[in-house]
C-alpha cells in the first residue's frame, strides 16, 4: 500500500483521492469539485488503481436515480487539508473488514448517530481549516467518524441508490448540495423526496 507521500505527489491525485474515500463518486463530481477534465480525473483515478486503491461499482437505476458508475477508497481513509503550499494529510490505517455493524446498530437509533457524526464532521472540518498546522488529532477524528458512516450505511437494510443517497445526506456539509448533486450528476427528478425517503427508511430501521 502506498505512503501518503506517493498520493501527496500530485495535490490534484491528493484531493480526488481524499474525496473518494469520503463516499463513492461519479467522475461529474470529481471533475467539478476539483475543477480537473474528466480525462484528466481519469488519469489520476488510473494511478491510485495501480496503486491498488481504487475501487469501482455501478449503481443500478432505481426509483430515483439513474444508473451511474461509482469510484471509491474503502480500505484507506485519506483526510486533504492542505493549503496554499503547505501539503496537511493524512493516510488512515488500513480498515478493518470484520463486520462489526452488528455492534454499531445495536447501539441505538441510526439516524441519530449517522446525523450526529455528519455533524462532528462538519465542525471538525472547519476547524481543520483553520488550524491545519495543528490539524493531525482532529483529521484522524474526521477519518475515524467518516468510517463509522460508511459502516452504518452499508450494513442498512437499503437499496444501492438509497445507500447512494444516504451517503450525499450524512457525507456533504450542506444539505443543498446534496439536493443539487442528486439532481445535476444523478440525474435526480425530485431530490427533496429521494432525501425524505431515505432518511425515513434510515429513521425506520432503528425502531
Known amino acids: 500500500m502506498p505512503a501518503i ?7 490534484a491525485r491528493l484531493t480526488i483521492a481524499s474525496l473518494i474515500s469520503s463516499r463513492p463518486r461519479t467522475l461529474g463530481e470529481l471533475a467539478e469539485t476539483t475543477g480537473i477534465s474528466v480525462q484528466g480525473v481519469l488519469k489520476h483515478l488510473k494511478k491510485l488503481s495501480e496503486a491498488g486503491m481504487l ?7 432505481g ?13 484507506r481513509r485519506v ?20 463486520d462489526d455493524t452488528g ?11 449517522l446525523d450526529t457524526l455528519a455533524q462532528d464532521i462538519i465542525l471538525l472540518r472547519r476547524r481543520a481549516r483553520e488550524l491545519s498546522i495543528r490539524m493531525k488529532h482532529m483529521t484522524e477524528e474526521v477519518t475515524e467518524n467518516e468510517s463509522r458512516i460508511a459502516k452504518l ?14 451517503y ?11 439536493r443539487r448533486i442528486l439532481k445535476e450528476h444523478y440525474g435526480c427528478h425530485n431530490p427533496e423526496a429521494a432525501i425524505k425517503d431515505v432518511a425515513e427508511k434510515i429513521r425506520g430501521s432503528g425502531a
Open 168 to 178: 450525499l445526506i450524512f457525507g456533504d456539509d450542506r444539505p443543498e448540495q446534496a
Open 103 to 113: 455492534e454499531l446498530m445495536a447501539a441505538g437509533d441510526p439516524y441519530a448517530e
Open 5 to 11: 507521500e506517493e498520493i501527496a505527489n500530485s495535490r
Open 79 to 98: 483526510a486533504d487539508y492542505s493549503r496554499g503550499d503547505m501539503i496537511v494529510a493524512t493516510l488512515g490505517d488500513e480498515v478493518n473488514d470484520g
Open 55 to 61: 475501487k469501482m461499482k455501478s449503481l443500478p437505476a
Open 153 to 166: 450505511i452499508e450494513g442498512l437494510p437499503l437499496r444501492p441508490e438509497e445507500k447512494q443517497i444516504a
Open 63 to 75: 426509483r430515483y436515480l439513474r444508473p451511474r458508475k461509482l469510484y471509491y477508497i474503502d480500505t
